[in-house]
């Protein structure tokens, strides 16, 4: 097995697959705990690890140039998740955006009958939740506090706020999408 990193660099350069398998073995799993730090999530995460290393692959005849390959590596895996974590924020706002105009555009009659069955049908899914997870549904949707904030008057953990949250939201959208057919994102602007 090739243990010298710089033969490995070379080999790579020269289009070999083996050897970037070997580098890939030995810092995937690092990369990927990197990223996580920032992401919270593992299967973005290990999506965004895989497109760093398909991005050394695209710049391999470019490695030569390079004083540090685990430098060079870490600076692209965080400047990808850096993007990352700019697109989804970019993708929140516009999101929001979206769904505040288009709630406030819809004023007539069929609509807001339309919104308090959606509503309604969310109060009764929520109904079935266990009673913590629905009162931080409650904390932070409803009364819009932060996880932070909902934890400090649960007397509990962010991450257990967050997982309350995270299993109020899978049920709310499996719920919406068997019953109506649709996304749960699609009435969430409209109710509660």
């Not at 999506?47 to 695209?58: G, L, N, P, R």
């Not at 990808?80 to 406030?104: D, G, P």
Request: with cysteine; glycine share 4%; aromatic share 10%.
């Amino acid at each position: 097995m090739i243990s010298d990193e710089k033969i490995l660099i070379e080999r790579v350069i020269g289009d070999d697959h083996v050897a970037f398998a070997i580098l890939y073995k030995k810092y995937q799993p690092i990369v990927l705990r990197f990223i996580c730090k920032f992401l919270k999530s593992h299967e973005i995460s290990s999506d965004t690890c895989q497109e760093v290393f398909i991005k050394i692959w695209e710049l391999r005849h470019t490695l030569g140039e390079v004083n540090s390959f685990k430098a060079f590596l870490f600076t692209i895996a965080k400047n990808h998740t850096l993007n990352i974590l700019k697109r989804a924020t970019l993708e929140y706002h516009l999101r929001s955006q979206i769904l505040y105009n288009f709630t406030e555009g819809r004023k007539d009659v069929d609509d807001q009958v339309q919104s308090e069955e959606y509503n309604n049908h969310i109060i009764n899914i929520l109904r079935t939740l266990p009673p913590k997870t629905r009162e931080m549904f409650e904390l932070c949707r409803v009364q819009g506090k932060t996880y932070d904030e909902a934890a400090k008057v649960m007397g509990i953990s962010r991450n257990t706020v967050k997982k309350h949250m995270v299993n109020s939201l899978k049920a709310l959208r499996y719920a919406v999408a068997k019953d109506f057919g649709i996304f749960f994102s699609m009435i969430i602007g409209v109710t509660l």
